[in-house]
Every structure is written in C-alpha cells, then in structure tokens.
C-alpha cells in the first residue's frame, strides 16, 4: 500500500479529518510567528517524537515558506541535548528528503 497516510485518513474518517483540518488552519491563523518559524518549529517538535513522516512533511512545507536546508537541518539537530542522538539520527534523513521534495 503506497498510499499517502494523511489522505487515507481523509478518505476513512472524512468528517473528523475535517475538524482536524479546521484545528491546523486555526492553529496556523495564530498570529505572533511566521508561517516559516511554525514549520521549524514543527519539524523540531515532531523530532522530540521522533516521527520520521512528520519532519519530512513539516520540512517539505517548511521549505516552500521559504526555509533554507541549512534551517531545517538546525531545527532537527537542536533536539539533540533534549531528546537525544536517537532522535536527530532517525529523524535528518527524513528533513533532507523532505526538503529536496522526496517522499
């Protein structure tokens, strides 16, 4: 099955795939960050949780927000002294491949 997670939970659960899509575009809405800087903040934050899927998608709309390589990079690497060595290695592979738009 190669279909994309996000859009499979979409198509099995479409009314609470709405409402969650309803709480990211709020969550998006709040003022006092950039688009960019949510985004980076997003890959750090799915780094501590050391989803994989999460940094790489984070990184590839990081990216179109105007995030240099070198940004995402840093905002899976700073988890480092938080979250550990396991999670920055199981996570930049993720970040680059996102950023260069692989999935």
């Not at 190669?2 to 659960?13: A, G, I, V």
């Not at 950039?34 to 998608?57: F, H």
């Not at 927000?65 to 979250?83: D, F, K, P, Q």
Request: proline share 3%; charged share 25%.
């Amino acid at each position: 099955m190669n279909e994309n997670p996000y859009e499979l939970f979409q198509k099995e659960c479409p009314d609470v795939a709405a409402r969650f899509n309803d709480l990211v575009e709020a969550q998006k809405a709040l003022r006092g960050l950039d688009s960019k800087t949510k985004q980076l903040i997003n890959i750090a934050i799915q780094t501590a949780n050391r989803n994989a899927r999460g940094v790489q998608m984070h990184a590839m709309m990081a990216k179109k927000e105007g995030a240099t390589r070198e940004e995402i990079v840093g905002a899976v690497v700073l988890n480092l002294h938080h979250s550990g060595l396991s999670s920055v290695i199981d996570c930049l592979p993720a970040a680059i491949n996102g950023f260069e738009g692989k999935m």
